[in-house]
């Protein structure tokens, strides 16, 4: 009766394996996801206003104490 079980477990194993075979035959292996890694390119982008008058003045302050 062991040997019986024995056998009966080793047949089942080899059946669950060419059962899996046998689908990874048809369907093919299970896809590998691609590489999501993110690439180390930063860009600033930075306007200027063009000024079309320069409207700088100077002014002096007397230091009177």
Do not use: Y
Not at 30 to 56: G, S
Request: charged share 25%.
């Amino acid at each position: 009766m062991k040997s019986f079980k024995k056998i009966l477990r080793l047949s089942g194993l080899v059946i669950l394996i060419v059962l899996a075979s046998f689908g990874i035959g048809i369907g093919g292996g299970a896809p590998i996801p691609p590489p999501r890694k993110k690439e180390n390119l930063i860009e600033i982008k930075l306007e200027l206003p063009i000024a079309e008058t320069d409207h700088t003045e100077l002014v002096q302050f007397d230091n009177q104490q």
